[in-house]
């Protein structure tokens, strides 16, 4: 079935520091692909998106660009804020339509310092 | 504004009894809601899919006589655990989705139960 594979954390890293978060997926059909942020006590936020291959999709500086012949959808940032500390979550959508159900990646915690 | 809220954040019950967890859409009309399961440092695992006034879809290994979920309003679906085993201890979210967004969902912060 399909899945969705990251980077195991926590991902540790200094204020102003380049971030990759490397994210994997298998699927049948053409699925879109997510980001999702969570931050300490609050819901997932949904951080950005793409629809189809070489889509890049973007948002608070961080981009992360759809990558059909490497199935691939990796999150950067060039320079990390400690208000970017947070659990990070690769998702994709399964079924036909290009969203109906989520899958979910196991989740990347950042955590950025001053 | 599509704010999504859970109730209550936490909850710890004993063996056997059943559990009520709620989920609302405080501004907006959600015509669709998702119940998932998080394991610690797990994946988000999709429980079970409903639509306002319909029975839920759930999914393949999910017992839909354990887990009960109830959309009877456009704002509120409630999922109910029943005869709770410490197995059952886990983190709930659920999330929405409406008519203006509706490839879009938005998530409550979660519900942590624990069974003792």
């Known amino acids: 079935g399909d899945s969705v594979t990251q980077m195991e954390g926590p991902v540790t890293l200094s204020e102003e520091a380049f971030l990759t978060i490397n994210c994997t997926y298998t699927?049948?059909?053409?699925?879109?692909l997510f980001w999702y942020v969570q931050y300490p006590g609050e819901g997932l936020q949904l951080l950005l998106k793409?629809?189809?291959?070489?889509d890049k999709g973007s948002n608070k500086g961080f981009e992360a660009t759809y990558r059909k012949e490497t199935t691939s959808f990796h999150l950067e940032k060039g320079s990390v804020q400690v208000s970017d500390s947070a659990v990070y979550f690769c998702?994709?959508?399964?079924?036909?339509?290009?969203?109906?159900?989520?899958?979910f990646g196991a989740g990347t915690r950042l955590a950025v310092h001053p | 504004g599509a704010v999504v809220s859970q109730h209550p954040s936490w909850v710890i019950c004993k063996s056997g009894t059943s559990v009520k967890i709620e989920c609302r859409s405080l501004d907006f009309q959600a015509t669709t809601m998702f119940w998932y399961r998080q394991f610690p440092k797990k994946s988000l695992m999709l429980m079970a899919t409903?639509?306002?006034?319909?029975?839920?879809?759930?999914e393949q290994g999910v017992e839909k006589d354990k887990f009960l979920i109830n959309h009877a309003s456009l704002t509120l679906s409630t999922l109910t655990v029943t005869s709770a085993h410490p197995e059952d201890s886990s983190f709930y979210i659920c999330?929405?989705?409406?008519?203006?967004?509706?490839?879009?969902?938005?998530f409550g912060p979660g519900t942590r139960l624990t069974v003792t």
């Open positions: 699927a049948t059909g053409y699925p879109s």
């Open positions: 793409a629809t189809k291959a070489d």
């Open positions: 409903s639509n306002e006034g319909s029975k839920a879809t759930y």
């Open positions: 999330s929405a989705s409406g008519h203006r967004m509706p490839y879009e969902q938005y």
């Open positions: 998702a994709l959508s399964s079924g036909s339509g290009g969203y109906n159900k989520l899958i």
